[in-house]
């Protein structure tokens, strides 16, 4: 069974504005150069009037995960991650190297109060027989920890840039 969590952000900024920062170029290039970790890139970038589609490679160094992970993995973890935004909303997937590992989620922009609240509800999926429902709840904590610090990255630039 999968592990299911969710994750919420607050920005002070309307909802268009952090949406655009959210599928901007120079914003997740930025973000990736500094949280992404080894080997960060982004890797496919297309927006249109219809919405946007991402690609992002991110990286983290073996001797940072958890031993649950590092018992299974060969080196770093890599993390290919996709969106593809529709309006204020988007549909992605995460995989994870050497890991038979999937992240879905969905993640959606609403107004709240002056600001806008990013809402992104995900599942993770580890087959692995018997270990795999601990190695989810640990991937479930890392993506937690991940989104907090890409939603104070995206704070800062707003009021950097907005």
Do not use: C
């Amino acid at each position: 069974m999968p592990s299911r969590f969710e994750h919420r952000a607050s920005f002070a900024a309307p909802v268009d504005t952090v949406y655009a920062t959210l599928v901007d170029k120079a914003f997740l290039t930025a973000r990736l150069n500094d949280l992404g970790g080894k080997g960060a890139a982004l890797l496919d970038h297309r927006t249109s009037d219809n919405g946007a589609e991402l690609r992002l490679r991110q990286g983290v160094d073996a001797q940072r995960l958890p031993s649950a992970v590092r018992s299974i993995l060969s080196g770093d973890l890599i993390v290919e991650r996709e969106e593809r935004w529709r309006g204020h909303e988007a549909d992605g997937r995460a995989t994870i190297n050497g890991v038979p590992a999937e992240i879905r989620f969905r993640d959606r922009l609403a107004p709240k109060g002056d600001g806008t609240e990013l809402t992104v509800a995900a599942e993770v999926r580890v087959s692995i027989p018997l270990i795999g429902g601990k190695i989810e709840k640990v991937v479930a904590e890392q993506v937690t920890r991940l989104l907090e610090a890409e939603a104070e990255y995206a704070e800062k630039w707003l009021a950097e840039h907005a």
